[in-house]
Every structure is written in C-alpha cells, then in structure tokens.
C-alpha cells in the first residue's frame, strides 16, 4: 500500500507549507493502517488550516470507499491563539497570536477546487468544544494545534474517545520551534505511553 499513497501524494498539490510530503506520507500510512486493521470510529483532524492534510485524508478515505466513517475537522480559523509559558523558546518568534489565520470559506473553497466532499467542519477555539462536538467514537485523530494549550485540549477531546489500536499523529512533535507540543504529550500521557517520532509527527498506539 505504500506505493499508493506515495502516488496520492504525489498526484496533488501541497497547498500550503504547514506540512512537507514526508509528514504527509507518515499520517496517510498510520490511517491507512487504522482502516485496514478494521479499527472502528470516525476520523478527526484538530488544527486543519487551509486543509492541506485534510483533503489528502479525503483522498484517501474516498479511496478506501470508507463512506460510514465521518471526517470531522476542527479550528477557529482566527489563526493561533496567544502563547502560554509552555511555547516560550529561543527560537520560533515567527508563531505568534493571530498568526496561520484562514477563513472557514478559503478550507470550503479549496475542497470545492479538489472536487471531494466536504468533512464536518467545527468551527471554534478547542477551549470551547465540548464533548457533544466530537463524535464517540474515534478511530484515528490528526492533532496540529502547534501550542501547548490547543495540544492539550484536543487531547482531553479525543484521546478518552479513541478506540483500542486507533493511532493518534501529532505534527510538530519534538520541534525545537513550537516546544509546547511535546511537553503537553508529556503533561498528558506521563510515561505510561510510548511516543514514536517520525519526520515531524508523534506516533501514539491506543493499547
């Protein structure tokens, strides 16, 4: 299966720099094994931006003909939200609040260019969803809220909702310019959990 989500990722256009195509094939091969391992549950991507990655998780669910899953997207498309002393580092000044800001007509707009159907768009700050904005069910959840807090929260969503051998993927994990991520995974999971690093994206199995 490799090979073809190699030549899905190569057949499309990144549409923004927020994530390279080596990320990109990490998060495809952990979903594609989550739908091929029969996990049950829908899919959710928390920090989506313009949808770089999420129409590429359309693609491939589209191709997998997984149409009783739901794809549920969420962000508040008013760019990132203010630091907290976890996200204070020497390097990464270019991250600062209001920055990565989309509107939720530019992600509808881009999925209309792509031609694919629309996931269930939530628009909000992760502070503010509640249990009822996220499905009971999860087999597989894409997290790119880049600070310490967005991390944190979209944890607290979608983690107690994963089911067992769901796979959660991280982006940013580990990178020196948006320090909160790994020390919220940190917060988050102790050492009970193992996390496996791969290009810019944390790998956690739900045991």
């Known amino acids: 299966m490799h090979k073809e989500i190699l030549k899905l990722i190569n057949s499309h256009a990144l549409i923004s720099d927020q994530i390279d195509r080596r990320s990109l094939y990490v998060v495809l091969e952990n979903l594609e094994k989550v739908l091929a391992n029969g996990v049950p549950g829908d899919i959710a991507e928390f920090g989506c931006y313009s949808g770089t990655t999420s129409l590429f998780i359309s693609r491939l669910l589209l191709k997998r003909a997984e149409h009783s899953r739901q794809f549920h997207v969420y962000d508040s498309f008013e760019g990132l939200p203010a630091k907290s002393n976890e996200d204070e580092g020497s390097v990464g000044h270019e991250f600062q609040e209001g920055k990565l800001q989309v509107s939720k007509k530019d992600f509808i707009r881009n999925y209309h260019k792509a031609g694919l159907p629309l996931p269930i768009i939530h628009k909000g700050w992760f502070e503010d969803l509640t249990d009822q904005d996220v499905p009971g069910k999860l087999a597989f959840t894409f997290l790119d809220g880049d600070f310490y807090d967005s991390i944190y929260q979209s944890l607290q969503l979608s983690w107690p909702r994963l089911s067992r051998g769901g796979v959660l993927c991280i982006d940013d994990y580990m990178r020196e310019a948006l320090p909160g991520v ?3 995974i ?22």
């Open 182 to 184: 790994a020390k919220a």
């Open 186 to 207: 940190s917060k988050y999971f102790g050492t009970e959990i193992k996390t496996i690093k791969h290009a810019n994206i944390g790998i956690i199995t739900k045991p």
